[in-house]
């Protein structure tokens, strides 16, 4: 059977001052009334029945993720006792995906980026499901649509078989590079961080390239340890770095679905329609020599005078001002707030 | 005896979002926790006792200005039926006050101006108020501290009694002509829109220059008309144009006590201490990468990432971002709120 496994961790710096430690990104309604969890469940649904969909999130915020998607059986989102990246995280949910169902194929799905054509993605997911069912490791791969350098890429080749083959993960590029990547878009893709196997066949894979890993998720999978300990052995690891760019034979999925990781607030430019000035704004905004700003500000009116190219956020206890080219930066911001030990801002 | 008379009209633009329709600049706190208007009144409170304290303001704020003051009579709080500039209210003020003292000194002081130096200024309007009483028109100039183009200038001369007499009244300059009056210092001074003058000796200037008002002023005053029918037979003009610049014999007394009109947001930075990294905030601001921005937003923190000389200013319901150099363009926000029908901001 197929299962969906989505990743909903995340510290929440990225969407400062909406996101916080106890609000991370998926959990936020930024371009519609939905939160991107929700929506990633909705984009996902028609293809897994509920008692099939799983979730991983931090402790604390299994309550939250429940009431985003009361649909699942509660016992389905599986909360983290500590924040250990994603390879503990897809380990622990093909552990507990195969104690019941040894031939289960996963789908693991980031719970917090935006897809604009959902049927086209939903397509590209079935297919990638059939490969994985097949025995392989799949990755999706966006076509990308610009010279990106906050990605990484994946280097895939054709096979006789009509599929794509991983030839390498490439770090995430400068600009000259990534142009050249951009000139052959058949050869490179965006890494966009999803994945399908079968639970089975992950567990071998985190079992040659994360050995303690994989014992300490043999010993929770046996009953001899808990959640705890499990989380108190595994290292602190990507399922990107650890497994997939040491691992042979993955499979490539080629996307065209207006994908976007919602990497930080400049992002909200790329997936929301903008004024005549080029302004994207969730909220009232009143542009006077004013272009190409992103704004979110709930139930206010944001007056932009005679500015450009510039971030505004508005919370009830927070705004955030920054030029769109520096808000990926707005981790520093979160890190000055830690400093000062403004834990009321975090 | 000696009568303080404070223009309290305001249509509240300058200092959008904080100023109002029904909230203007006056009646703000901005810099401290008192309004401009208390400021002002308790600055020349040591010089005139409450009975012999008027205030001059719009109708709709007459109630909060007498709260602003409690300390002066009611009766003392003069409420215009209409704007008309302050040409208008300083004949109605003056025409009040002889009405109940023929020999009546004012000094009439805007109520919402910035003086560092309140001793300095209260040693200026003694001496101001006892050339009056000796018939002379006088105007406070201020001692230009730069090249400035958003004041209009006196030009004085030294006269042979040791007193400064006004040459003639100059528009903003540009940039090289401020820049040529303030290498003339004892020469150029900027017009304060301070003024004093016997009540008998201004009735008698505006009866030369404006002689329409001071038919109505004096219909006013014989019980012949009422408040209202003054109102609608005044002309809207200030008491610069329509009769300080055409009246001759004008004396100007030197002030030097740290003045500052606060015309905008961008004064701010003039009259509040500046952090280390040269922003000028009257709340809590966190600043990376970010210097000389003027932020007003209290009750919030304002993280400013990689930003300079913006002004950021929060109210409940509306925000303003601009450069300090757009900082007097903020009437433009007013007007296109008003053009959009947005009587709720405004």
């Known amino acids: 059977m197929q299962y969906a496994v989505l990743l909903a961790g995340g510290s929440g710096t990225r969407f400062w001052p ?3 430690r106890s609000r991370p990104k998926q959990l936020l309604s930024i ?16 293809l897994f029945p509920a008692e099939r969909v799983f979730v991983v999130t931090a402790g604390d915020l299994a309550g939250p993720t429940r009431r985003e998607i009361p649909e699942i059986p509660g016992a389905n989102v ?18 507990a995906i195969a104690g019941r169902d040894p031939d289960a194929v996963l789908a693991v799905l980031p719970a917090d980026h935006h897809v604009a054509d959902e049927p086209a993605f939903r397509e590209a997911v079935r297919g990638a499901c059939a490969l994985a069912a097949a025995g392989r490791i799949v990755c999706l791969g966006v076509r990308p649509s610009r010279p990106e350098t906050g990605f990484g890429y994946l280097e895939v080749e054709p096979r006789p078989d ?14 000259p590079r990534a142009r050249a990547f951009f000139a052959e878009p058949g050869r490179y893709l965006w890494n966009s961080g999803t994945f399908f196997f079968r639970a089975d066949a992950i567990l071998a894979a985190i079992g040659r390239h994360l ?38 034979g993955l499979a490539a999925l080629p996307l065209a679905a207006g994908w976007n990781d919602l990497g930080s607030w400049e992002a909200l430019a790329e997936v929301h329609p903008a004024d005549e000035s080029g302004n994207v704004a969730t909220s009232d905004v009143l542009p006077v020599d004013a272009a190409g700003c ?18 505004v956020v508005d919370t009830p206890d927070a705004i955030l001002v920054c030029p769109r080219e520096r808000a990926q930066d707005v981790r520093r911001v979160v890190e000055a707030l830690a400093a000062r030990r403004r834990e009321d801002l975090l």
Chains 1, 2 share one sequence.
């Open 18 to 20: 909406l996101s916080r």
């Open 31 to 46: 371009s519609e009334a939905r939160s991107l969890l929700r929506i990633t469940y909705e984009r996902i649904a028609p």
């Open 78 to 95: 599986l909360a983290e006792p500590a924040a250990r990246n994603t390879a503990p995280a897809v380990g622990l949910a093909a552990a």
């Open 162 to 175: 009509g599929t794509l083959a991983v030839a390498r993960f490439v770090e995430k590029p400068d600009l």
């Open 211 to 248: 050995p303690d890993l994989a014992a300490a998720l043999g010993r929770f999978a046996s009953g001899e340890s808990d959640l705890r300990a499990l989380y108190a052995a595994a290292p602190s690891i990507s399922i990107d770095f650890g497994v997939m760019e040491k691992e042979k």
């Open 294 to 311: 992103v704004v979110h500000a709930p139930g206010k009116l944001v007056a932009l005078l005679g500015v450009h190219d510039l971030v």
